[in-house]
């Protein structure tokens, strides 16, 4: 490791699911990003509720990368059962930050890296007497604790807390005081290290968006008024995502009336269903769903193309084969939707490479849909469905017309 790392090196979480440490964690590279310095983050979770063990990943980088880089500078080591994994990452000269309240023996850190110390569990039963107090606020000791360390604006990260929190004035004053209580720590007992962030104008314009929700808003953009979806991870936040939207833009002023309907139907079969039901009677309809939910709806994908109607599905792809892993990211579909049904059908295949695509080919689809009168796929995966990237802002119109005009022929294509 160089001497100083300034805006370019990887720090790396490994908590437990379940004990709220995701949102504090994403907190942490959005306080970077407000510093104007470009971050990837990649949530790597279980398929579980809690209990086994995940990873919040972040890659501060002035010079944008979106990838993993490999390697970790700093490992915040949160959970006692992958220790040795989580410290086998670190790079030479790097760092691991963990709980000091229980000491451990020399043979569990490596001779070539610094180990940071920060008494977190004591801290938080000395300060706090509920249980699920003291693992929450565990959390956001040791961002302050992180933020000390790392040179992170502390104001910077109030402001964060206070838009979480928003109208929540009890809730806002016992995080910010638990931010200063790790930042104070630090201040009195470690150095900075050779790690830091400094305020840069490197971001620009652009957002931090998942791919899910702006595929979402892409489909409110389009035209749609018709979701049915059964959940199923990847894709459920994009189904909950349109939700919220609508609930935002699809409301009659007059009448407060919804002008959108949303079903969460019994199963995946049931939902495109719905759709092609919604398709036949001329509103713009889509589903939400996985490679397991492609598996079921090829019969009425087969129909969407011999009947020719009108449909769109986002296949939020995760892990194969058969039901696969649901927390894992792959290209696992794009056989099976491309030839899905039973016969001759082949079926246009949208592919997004981040999340402003996903907003452009989420309204791009259902103009195809009406234009071709079959159903179009938008196939995005889990790590850019589930994770926030960096993306161009979207480009909104309200002059925008849907696009319904006559089924292209080869001589439109041409042209």
Not at 7 to 32: P, R, W
Not at 146 to 159: N, P, Q, S
Not at 229 to 239: D, E, F, G, Q, R
Not at 335 to 354: E, N
Request: net charge negative; glycine share 10%; charged share 20%.
């Amino acid at each position: 490791m160089p001497l100083e790392a300034l805006n370019d090196f990887v720090v790396k979480f490994a908590n437990v699911n379940g004990s709220g440490s995701a949102s504090t964690n994403g907190m942490f590279a959005k306080a970077i990003l407000r510093m104007g310095v470009p971050v990837a983050a990649r949530n790597i979770f279980p398929s579980n509720i809690q209990g086994l063990p995940t990873w919040f990943e972040v890659r501060i980088t002035e010079a944008g990368h979106l990838g993993r880089r490999g390697g970790v500078d700093l490992m915040v080591a949160m959970n006692p059962q992958t220790w040795d994994r989580d410290v086998a990452e670190i790079e030479a000269g790097g760092y691991l930050f963990y709980d000091s309240t229980k000491p451990l023996p020399p043979s569990k850190f490596r001779e070539d890296i610094t180990v940071l110390g920060v008494p977190l569990t004591a801290m938080c039963n000395a300060a706090y007497q509920l249980p699920r107090e003291r693992q929450l606020f565990k959390n956001i000791i040791y961002v302050g604790a992180l933020a000390a360390l790392l040179d992170i604006e502390i104001g910077v990260i109030e402001t964060l807390l206070s838009e979480q929190f928003a109208g929540k004035e009890r809730l806002i004053k016992a995080n910010v005081a638990a931010l200063h209580m790790g930042r104070d720590y630090v201040a009195e007992h470690l150095s900075p290290l050779r790690l830091r962030v400094r305020r840069a104008d490197k971001v620009g314009d652009r957002i931090y968006v998942e791919g899910n929700a702006a595929a979402a808003l892409g489909a409110v953009y389009g035209g749609a008024t018709v979701c049915a979806w059964y959940p199923i991870t990847p894709s459920t936040s994009l189904a909950e995502a349109f939700t919220g939207y609508c609930e935002d833009l699809r409301i009659e002023p007059r009448t407060d009336k919804a002008r959108y309907a949303i079903v969460q139907a019994e199963d995946e079969i049931a939902s495109i269903g719905i759709v092609i039901g919604a398709g036949w009677n001329g509103a713009r309809a889509f589903t939400a769903t996985s490679g397991p939910g492609i598996s079921l709806m090829t019969e009425f994908i087969g129909l969407s193309y011999f009947a020719e109607i009108p449909a769109v599905i986002f296949d939020v792809q995760r892990g194969g084969p058969s039901t696969g892993m649901p927390t894992r990211t792959q290209q696992a579909d794009l056989l099976a939707a491309a030839y899905s049904g039973h016969g001759d059908s082949k079926h246009p295949l949208l592919l997004p490479a981040d999340p402003g695509e996903c907003f452009e080919m989420g309204s791009l689809a259902f103009d195809l849909a009406d234009r071709l009168q079959t159903t179009i796929f938008v196939m995005l995966d889990l790590d850019i469905g589930m994770n926030e990237w960096l993306t161009k802002p979207f480009e909104w119109d309200d002059s925008r017309k849907l696009d319904r005009g006559k089924v292209m022929t080869y001589d439109d294509l041409e042209a």
